[in-house]
């Protein structure tokens, strides 16, 4: 399959609170994302999964590594000919009541995305917003409604139609579905399984919750501390994670069934998530693992293949 | 519920009526339930089930200009709270029921020190002297697991990660050794290792001071860890409720049902559809006159949605183990169920 | 046309007495030459400083002129006028302010640093100056008073954008690649511009007040355009056999600036209430809350 996204050794970074510190969110990240492909992104909050997003996107600046869309450095690109080419990537927010002009109505929301997509005539707008709008399961007489009458789900179908007017091939979603309840969650993720598998949309998802991206993702790659730490096939990845830190992740995460969560052995991590601006020397994990040995501290762990498909950053796994 | 002792707490017939300048909303319709000491009740339902309100409203903590009505009868220690006023309910606060809330940061006062607004609680509750009431800050810090505790007793809020902060928030709710706890989605706001972290750290200091705990969530994984009996929510009623090991394994109530399949299943093909509910809830100001919960039930039947189905033990289930659904549907779910 | 009817609607919350005054001088001042029973500038000696009588109902000037008719073309000449200069005001201050607020850095810098000098001088001598300089007229003392009131529409409308830069809705925009104009022109401007034109009502009297105060020096309007402070130092000779002369474009000057205070007075109330509206207010944001928490 087509490659249509490259990230290479991607790495941002903010002013510390500390002046003259730099806090490295993303630290040499590399990522392919094929042709129609979904992938998850899991991490902790602080992780830098949001900040790798957003970088790909072009809400942050790179001060390092490249990004390659459709083979071609976007690096090389500058003004209008920038946005029009990187439209083709978009981002759906956690909350989307926030990247709604309040002012507008829905209709009003997707038509200026039409435009901008260089659709002048409105009638042609109107039909396109009205064909959006039914293939992100919403009525046509939302049209007229102001973001603060629908709902957090609804809300979301509306964020989603927009990114679709300018035609994108790949969506980065960043948590768009954890400020939903779980009943509503479903409905939403299923509208990202419809644009993957019946448009042929590729899909990054960035979220926390393992299992929800187990079902929708090709393949999963986990994030601590501004690395990449483990990545592989998803449903491997979640039977068997490799790295300690999945391990715990997933281990942390309580099981529905009473009788299963009582009995079953859990690793907890101890301490917390080191400060970015500061991580620790050697691996990052070493100060929660519980496998770490002396010689973590020294030595940082590069991603090597450790099984058919999977790429994990630990000496020990 | 099965406890032998006397419930600590015991709602019954709550009904909670808030008026807002635009609409007038019933978050709470009729509900019944009871906590013993050393024991959990879970509370579940989504946004909007009224879950919150259902708690933080008879102890007179909706923020102030919400006018709200409470009827029917919470006995707390024997004593009934509904419709005591505001200067008795402040002793109650703290002293007999200490809350946790979602966020943290929002609830601790930002201008002021971990340790003083901990010692705070206990100088108001315990009558300790103010020194006398460090050292027991500094003991609680130490107990709900705070490192270097002597260091963060004078540390601002803003300095401390979000998992520290409801540590802390949980010390100043235990400052007092309440007997209950209300935990208000106590790690919504938090990442799961440091969830894992929290859940333990409540698990083993209700073991210490045998304090009840209603915890308020809508992550069926953690009432599964946590509780002991369970309570589901749907608009303001009581859909079911019952022991967890029952409820969670098998449910009788389609609304729980439906819950329960919303949780992605590990075995499931990449790829394959989530299972979820069409539509959203009913809004609050309406008062259907069947089951709110039949325009989105599977099951429902034209006696769902003409009349209120009436909360009632279900057939041959485990003790205490009720529904508000009618006992034919109820045996449907169950083998959809299972 | 959405926009006219969302701050219909805003005005018709304030109390009446807020609006109704500027409302009744913005209505004599439109239709000002149709409402004027006789001629405003014909003179007539003969009739010179008459008191109140059918004929005329506020009596006459020293030359004769129906001050009724007088008053009522002044209300004219200062709508038109005011309008102009903050039309003007608005313009360079929006501009200057949300392209201030959009880029930041350098420019930003700099354009603060021009409002900052512009904010401490006081408004009325920088007229003067700029009078002094290109002399006296019509169309000068609008670019004189413009320039003297843009810093503060700019600080204003630089503020919003900040504030509205930061709201993800704008970084949306950007993903959706819309052009820095489109952001600017559609999302940015027409907030930037609600937000000031609130502070531009509550100033309106003070600019009232300058401009009779520049005419009254003879800096501003000039002869024989009728204009309350020019009439003001018209009838000055003759205070002690004809005070109305004096008092009349006094009282009518006073009316409009106290007019328009109030209208800004209230409109600020109502977007900072204090005390007990301020606090109703934050009851009714928190009930939002909770339903939203439900």
């Known amino acids: 399959m087509k490659v249509i996204l490259q990230v290479e050794k991607l790495t941002t970074t903010f002013a510390g609170t500390v002046p003259g510190t730099r806090i490295r969110a993303c630290d040499g990240i590399d990522l392919v994302i094929h042709e129609g492909e979904f992938i998850g992104l899991v991490g902790e909050s602080g992780c830098g999964k949001s900040t790798l997003g957003r970088t790909i996107v072009g809400l942050e600046k790179p001060s390092a590594g490249r990004v390659v869309f459709d083979g071609v450095d976007l690096a090389t690109l500058r003004g209008a000919e920038l946005r029009s080419f990187r439209r083709a990537i978009q981002y759906i927010f956690q909350d989307p009541y926030a990247t709604l002009n309040p002012r507008q109505t829905i209709g009003e929301a997707l038509w200026e995305g039409l435009s901008i997509f260089g659709i002048a005539d409105q009638s042609e707008r109107t039909r396109r917003a009205r064909k959006l709008l039914d293939l992100v399961g919403l009525q046509k007489d939302a049209e007229t409604r102001y973001p603060r009458e629908l709902s957090g789900g609804q809300r979301q179908r509306v964020s989603i139609a927009r990114a679709l007017t300018v035609e994108p091939k790949l969506l980065i979603c960043d948590e768009p579905v954890s400020a939903l309840d779980l009943s509503i969650r479903a409905q939403i993720m299923n509208v990202f399984l419809n644009l993957q598998q019946e448009l042929g949309m590729a899909c990054l998802f960035i979220a926390h919750d393992l299992a929800l991206v187990r079902q929708a993702a090709h393949r999963t790659l986990v994030m601590y501390l501004g690395r990449i730490v483990e990545a592989g096939e998803s449903d491997s990845l979640y039977h068997f994670p490799a790295h300690p830190y999945t391990k715990a992740l997933l281990s942390a995460v309580p099981n529905p069934d009473p009788r299963v969560e009582r009995t079953r052995q859990r690793i907890v991590l101890e301490g917390e998530l080191p400060s970015p601006a500061n991580p620790p020397s050697g691996c990052r994990f070493r100060t929660r693992c519980p496998i770490s040995k002396a010689d973590c501290a020294i030595n940082d762990p590069a991603l090597h293949s450790s099984s058919a498909d999977r790429v994990v950053a630990c000496h020990y796994a | ?338 | 046309m959405r926009w006219l009817k969302g701050a219909w609607s805003e005005v018709r919350q304030l109390p009446k007495a807020a609006w109704i005054p500027v409302a009744v001088f913005l209505f004599i001042g439109v239709f000002a030459p149709w409402l004027t029973p006789k001629d405003p500038i014909a003179q007539n000696l003969l009739n010179a400083s008459q008191d109140f009588s059918a004929e005329h109902w506020l009596g006459t000037d020293h030359l004769g002129r129906d001050t009724l008719s007088r008053l009522i073309m002044a209300a004219r000449t200062s709508t038109v006028a005011i309008a102009t200069v903050i039309g003007l005001a608005l313009f360079i201050g929006v501009t200057l302010g949300a392209i201030a607020g959009y880029m930041r850095g350098v420019v930003d810098e700099l354009v603060s640093r021009v409002i900052d000098v512009g904010l401490s001088l006081p408004s009325l001598i920088v007229a003067l100056a700029v009078i002094g300089v290109f002399g006296t007229g019509f169309w000068i003392m609008i670019f004189a008073l413009a320039l003297a009131w843009w810093p503060g529409y700019a600080r204003l409308s630089r503020a919003v954008v900040i504030s509205i830069m930061s709201q993800p809705y704008i970084e949306a925009l950007r993903v959706l690649g819309a052009s820095p104009a489109r952001i600017m022109i559609l999302h940015l401007l027409p907030s930037a511009l609600g937000a000031v034109m609130v502070y531009a009502s509550a100033e309106a009297g003070v600019v009232a007040l300058a401009i009779a105060t520049l005419s009254f020096l003879g800096l501003g309007i000039q002869p024989p355009t009728p204009e309350w402070g020019q009439m003001l130092v018209d009838a000055l000779p003759y205070m002690a056999d004809t005070p109305r002369q004096v008092i009349l474009p006094g009282l009518a000057l006073t009316l409009v600036v106290i007019g328009f205070n109030l209208l800004g007075e209230s409109i600020t109330l109502k977007r900072t209430p204090r005390s007990i509206s301020k606090l109703l207010l934050r009851r009714r944001r928190l009930q939002a809350a909770i339903e939203s928490y439900q």
């Open chain 2, 1 to 338: 519920m099965s406890s032998a002792l006397a419930p600590l707490i015991s709602a019954r017939d709550v009904s909670i009526t808030l008026f807002t300048p635009t609409a007038t909303v019933f978050p709470v319709d009729k509900v019944s339930y009871s906590v013993s000491a050393g024991r959990t009740l879970a509370i579940v339902g989504e946004s909007g089930s009224g879950k919150t309100v259902l708690n933080l409203a008879p102890l007179g903590l909706m923020p102030a200009g919400v006018a709200c009505d409470v009827t029917g009868s919470i006995k707390l220690n024997g004593r009934e709270i509904v419709g005591l006023p505001e200067g008795e309910m402040q002793a109650v606060r703290g002293r007999e029921v200490g809350v946790i809330f979602q966020d943290p940061l929002s609830a601790l006062n930002p201008m002021r020190r971990i340790g003083t607004q901990i010692a705070e609680v206990s100088e108001h509750h315990a009558d300790l002297t103010a020194r006398a009431a460090t050292a027991h800050a500094l003991d609680l810090m130490r107990l709900v697991g705070i490192p270097d505790a002597s260091e963060r007793l004078r540390q601002f809020p803003h300095e401390l990660s979000g998992g520290m902060r409801q540590r802390a928030m949980i010390a100043i709710a235990i400052a007092a050794e309440p007997k209950l706890l209300i935990a208000d989605e106590p790690t919504t706001a938090l990442d799961v290792t440091i969830q894992a972290q929290i859940l333990d750290l409540l698990k083993d200091l209700q073991r210490r001071l045998g304090m009840g705990i209603i915890l308020i969530t809508h992550d069926i994984g953690v009432v599964a860890g946590m509780a002991d009996d369970v309570l589901v929510m749907y608009a303001g009623r009581m859909a079911e409720v019952g022991n967890v090991e029952a409820v969670l394994t098998a449910p009788r109530h389609p609304y729980t049902q439906a819950l329960l399949n919303s949780i992605p299943d590990p075995a499931s093909r990449v790829g394959s559809r989530f299972n979820g509910l069409p539509s959203a809830p009913p809004d609050l100001g309406s008062r259907p006159k069947g089951c709110p919960f039949a325009p989105r039930c599977e099951f429902a039947m034209d006696t769902c949605r003409s009349a209120r189905p009436p909360l009632a033990l279900v057939k041959d289930g485990s003790a205490g183990h009720m529904s508000a659904c009618p006992p034919k549907l109820g045996q449907a779910v169950l083998r959809a169920a299972s």
